[in-house]
């Protein structure tokens, strides 16, 4: 549902149905991703993808080596944090909770209303479950789907965009096409889990073009052999493992680097 609310904000389907929009809108207050703050700042995310000096809106901050080691103690706590493991296992709170609502609607609360409308809702829908169909009902039913959800949600989104080889730019640089193909990786999944994921694993080809709906994507890649020329990861262990020991950009090697480095 997330990945068709996702591509309907990116206008790839349904959008010439006012029914859809409402559902839309609903859903995405639902889901602590209203569309004012979603749609800015998925937006801004694809026009800046992989640029190393612009402003972290919709994506994890990612700095140089030398820009780290300028950092004071606290900037540095600061920015590995927001990257943590436990941080993003924890999405529910950090990037949706508050990144996504309560950031928005403190940083503007005129153009991001539906942010305090998100959480009021959601927080609503959380204390009826709990009063009056008890705890359980309450934590199987909402909290720990929304956890598990939110956490693979926010995984994805970072290993999507920090994988080994991936690619970041300055700038002048910074090339639209060349970032979708170098800086997004095609998350390799099973049949199953591309299906749950909404083909989301083929984020190179929807940064490349946002117009193709997730249920094309796999087509586009089979019928073009530059899109399969590609830098790629999975949900290995090993490769999760991968990717969360990266932390910088590393200007002098070209690649991007865990703290053991710096």
Partial sequence: MFII?????????????????????????????????WKRSHDHHHNHNSKLFSASIGSYPIVTKKKYQEMTSFQKFNYLAIRHPVTIALGYFSMFIIGMCLCSFISNPRKHWDSLLALILHFTVAILLFVFLGWQAWFFMFFLPFLIAFSLGAYLFYAQHNFPDVEFYENKNWVYEKAAMKSSSFMRMNPIMAWFTGNIGYHHIHHLNSKI?????????????????????SLTPRAIMACFKLKVWDQESNHMIGVKGL
């Fill in 213 to 233: 709906p997730f249920y094309r994507l796999p087509e586009a890649m089979k019928h073009f052999t530059e899109l399969q020329n590609c830098k790629s990861t």
């Fill in 5 to 37: 609310y996702h591509d309907h904000q990116h206008h790839s389907i349904l959008n010439k149905s006012a029914i859809a929009d409402v559902i839309m809108t609903v859903f995405g207050m639902y889901m602590l991703s209203p569309t004012s703050i």
